[in-house]
């Protein structure tokens, strides 16, 4: 492919998750050319570089003025997430945003504000919605297999990665992070249940904070309503100690039950009365979820070069955002909370 058909873009941001997406440009992204990197710590920027072959920056700023691309990636601490969407929004650029969309859901409306503004393709980097394993549920539910749905359980859980910037982890800081663990990898919980159940009403939750160096929650046990009606129990934990093994999902039905593995890169099975020991459905092929992210970017690509709808609009992917803040208000008012009012 010509680099005229490709969309170049920046990296804004080059921390662990950026080696994540890089992977997967890499992997599954053809049509996407890195052709800038930008991290105010220089020796990161510069790594990076090398790694892409991109020009390294050390201020999203100077890379608007002086790069060369259509689109920015941006990988950043959440309370980080407005300034630099905004700054690219107001350049003309296309934006791919790391969830959550930022770290108040003031702070997401004003992006999805600028967003319109600019006009240009605006989409929150959910990983999850491209993972085999959700893919493979809901296309089970979808066919019936399973029935009517009676409930879903689902379990995040295991060690923070604290990530980088300073004497104290901006993750452990509220001011930065905006929320613990549940806004955090939470999110990749619940965008499956969403896939798989529909919207989300109303919650009512517990929170506990077993890590203490870390502000926000690192415990939440929540029960949440859909408007279908189905009840569904989220857990999401870190309590910075080894844990054992259980499943990350279970879906139950009428005629059966759908089980996610943990630890497995989401291995799925199914329990219905013509496989009452379990059959595996989707195993750990290719790279399992990590290919997820070489996806969304395409998915991101294709809207940017050829017009075609994102799998999840931006206002969509305000709904993990919204149901971890409905969590955290109920903790607070120990009352069920509405997540979209
Ligand atoms: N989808 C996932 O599975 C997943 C996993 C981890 C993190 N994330 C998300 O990715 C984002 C970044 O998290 P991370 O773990 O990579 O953080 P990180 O701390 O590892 O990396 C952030 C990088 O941004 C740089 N930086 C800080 N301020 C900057 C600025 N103003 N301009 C340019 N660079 C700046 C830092 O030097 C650092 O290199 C967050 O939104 C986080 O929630 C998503």
């Given amino acids: 492919m010509t680099d005229a058909h490709k969309l170049k873009i920046a990296l804004v941001g080059c921390g662990g998750i950026a080696q994540a997406h890089w992977k997967g440009i890499q992997a599954h992204s053809p049509r996407i050319h890195v052709t800038a990197v930008v991290d105010t710590d220089a020796q990161r920027a510069d790594a990076m570089a090398e790694q892409t072959g991109a020009t390294p920056f050390t201020s999203l700023a100077d890379a608007l003025a002086q790069g060369d691309f259509a689109a920015v990636d941006i990988l950043l601490p959440h309370a980080l997430h407005e300034e630099a969407a905004t700054l690219a929004f107001a350049a003309g650029k296309h934006v791919v945003l790391e969830k959550p969309m930022a770290h108040t859901l003031e702070s997401a409306q004003r992006i999805l504000t600028a967003a319109k503004k600019a006009g240009t393709v605006f989409m929150v980097a959910e990983q999850a919605q491209y993972w085999p394993d959700a893919r493979a549920v809901r296309e089970l539910i979808e066919s019936g297999t399973i029935g009517e749905i009676i409930t879903a359980r689902a379990f995040f859980g295991g060690p923070v990665r604290p990530g980088s910037g300073g004497p104290r982890p901006w993750r452990y800081d509220l001011a930065m992070a905006g929320g613990g663990i549940t806004m955090d990898g939470g999110a990749h919980w619940i965008r ?8 989300i ?16 929650e690192s415990l939440a046990r929540s029960i949440l309503r859909f408007r279908s009606g189905v009840v ?6 870190t309590a910075g100690v080894a844990m054992g093994p259980g499943e990350e999902f279970r879906v139950t039905g009428t005629l059966g039950e759908i089980l996610v593995e943990k630890g497995r890169g ?3 099975l199914l329990f219905d009365s013509e496989n009452p020991g379990g059959k595996v459905i989707s195993g750990q ?47 607070e008012s120990r009352q069920w909370e509405k997540v979209w009012e």
């Fill in 192 to 199: 499956p249940l969403r896939m798989w159940l529909g919207e």
């Fill in 266 to 268: 989401g291995r799925v």
């Fill in 232 to 237: 569904a129990v989220l857990d999401t934990l």
């Fill in 201 to 216: 009403e109303e919650v009512v939750a517990v929170t506990g904070r077993p890590l203490v160096e870390m502000d926000g």
């Fill in 285 to 331: 092929k290719d790279e399992g979820r990590a290919a997820a992210f070489g996806y969304e970017l395409n998915d991101f690509a294709g809207a940017v070069l050829d017009g075609t709808a994102l799998e999840a609009s931006p206002e969509y992917s305000l709904g993990e955002l919204r149901t971890a803040f409905a969590i955290y208000r109920s903790a």
